[in-house]
């Protein structure tokens, strides 16, 4: 890869950057509608939207892709509004089988799939982020299969390989493309995505997603990311190697010491630490709305709202 023009990166600085905030959206759970989401992603300053745009709602039929429902009402809208949407390329399809798209020819399929949302979207301002923490165990997943090791990094980078030329292609320099979605808190973690860089994945995109979730205080966690960075940066032949935070949050939990209060603080921290950092090229806070109504589950509790639409205190630092 050629070292990082100070063109590009100020192409990339003009819409994902540590002071462009960006929002991950689940509409499936929200009790609204597109145009009332946007007015939402609007009202706090987001710059932004991340959503999945899952490979089984594209193509229901062999070969047949379709764009349409809420997703695309919604990407259309953001896009309307000058509202850069980061598209998650990913899901399993039924189609091909269940889980990840492992084989050649499943991800020759899946390819398929990103080259028609790419020219769906041709020459839009769009980021792509290839498969949602892949390194991740599903449920779906065998009880003893394990996505850290280096032949799910092999897999992953030979999809990333094949996808990649497919987006670039009617996008120019509009599209940005990430891919990773890793904890860089958990070790394993980043050792499949340090495998990843060694392999050469910098040569098909323009960064590395990561999803840093952690108990570790902010400062503490960009410590670690500091020097992961440094490291993939040296194994990249000395080229800058840029992350996007494309899912952070904390969730609020009744009866622990993670309080609207105290999960303000550590995002207010959060964001300080990460505007600190040039080779941050932005941050999607997880997420818009609570997902749930259960408050003993913190999946349920990530939300800037709560599922009736009430701010909690952690919005305040979006209106700013």
Known sequence: MKKISALL????????????MGICVHPDS???????????????????????????DVETHYGNYRFEGVTEDILQLALRNNITPLIILGGSNHLYGKGRPWDDK??????????????????????????????????????LSDFKNLDSATAYYNL???VSPKIRKYGGKNFIIVAGGFNPTD??????????????????????????????????SFIIMDRMQASFTANNNGNVVPLFITEYGIPN????????????????????????????????????????NQISN???????LTQDMKQKEISQLFLK
Do not use: C
């Open 298 to 304: 913190s999946e349920h509790n990530y939300g800037i």
């Open 106 to 143: 499943t991800q020759l399929a899946f390819a398929k799939y990103a080259e028609n949302i790419a020219q769906h979207y041709s020459n839009k301002k769009v980021i792509f982020e290839i498969w949602n923490e892949w390194s991740l165990k599903h449920n779906y997943d065998p009880k």
């Open 253 to 292: 939990r009744i009866g622990t010491k993670y309080t609207q209060r105290y999960t303000y603080t550590l995002a207010k921290r959060f964001i300080n630490e990460a505007s600190k950092r040039s080779y941050i090229q932005g941050i999607w806070w997880y997420d818009l709305v609570d997902d749930g």
């Open 187 to 220: 070790k394993n973690d980043q050792n499949w995505g340090s495998q990843l860089i060694k392999m050469g994945i910098m040569k098909y995109i323009d960064g590395i997603s990561v999803h840093p979730y952690t108990d570790l205080n902010p400062e503490d």
């Open 160 to 162: 990333v390989r094949i």
């Open 30 to 56: 929200m009790k609204t509608n597109p145009s009332n989401i946007i007015s939402l992603v609007t009202k706090f300053n987001f710059k932004s939207i991340r959503m999945d745009y899952r490979w089984s």
């Open 9 to 20: 990166l100020f192409f990339w600085m003009s819409y994902a950057t540590s002071a462009t």
